[in-house]
């Protein structure tokens, strides 16, 4: 999918009466925070936000009641996190058809994880252990992205190039190994 392309305007316009932009900054905000970031300049990072704009939705956040704000003493001296609150779980739980999957990835089960990927003319195979039975492996494929979860609050995201237009042909689960085929 092409996304537009974006230019700089010399002259600040007057803002359209409905534009749904700003919420969907917020909602990436709240997923990212999901995700596991939890402070300003990663969140600044993964989202490529200016600062004052980042600044300002956090603020809109935290007064909706959506995340909170916590100061702790760090190694280096006080340090200040951000974190989603019930409500803002909440407010990202429920998925619309075409929205992709939000997962917590847990930083140091996704240093632990190892999957094979295996590229053939026109498919992948992906090859990985993932905790099962095997009812309870989810698997999908979105914009590149392949989202697995599995029991035990197990949730990982795997990008893939040029998947766009793939989409998963075979998936097998046997001892608690998870084999797709992506064609």
Request: hydrophobic share 35%; net charge negative.
């Amino acid at each position: 999918m092409t996304e537009p392309e974006h230019k700089p305007e010399p002259e600040p316009e007057p803002e359209p009466e409905h534009k749904p932009e700003p919420e969907t900054k917020h909602q990436l905000v709240l997923e990212r925070m999901n995700r596991g970031a939890k402070n300003f300049e990663k969140i600044q990072k993964i989202t490529d936000l200016e600062r004052d704009e980042l600044a300002s939705i956090l603020e809109d956040l935290e007064k909706r009641g959506l995340m909170k704000v916590e100061e702790k003493s760090g190694l280096f001296g006080p340090k200040v996190e951000l974190y989603l609150t019930d409500k803002g779980h909440a407010s990202i739980k429920f998925l619309r058809k075409d929205q992709k999957p939000k997962f917590i990835a847990r930083e140091a089960e996704a240093k632990n994880w190892i999957y094979d990927l295996i590229k053939g003319d026109k498919q992948f195979v992906f090859v990985s252990e993932v905790p099962g039975p095997d009812d309870k492996i989810m698997v999908r494929l979105i914009d590149g992205i392949l989202y697995i979860r599995g029991s035990g609050g197990f949730s990982k995201e795997v990008v893939i190039e040029n998947s766009n237009e793939m989409q998963i042909s075979d998936f097998k689960y046997r001892n608690g190994v998870l084999t797709l085929r992506i064609n």
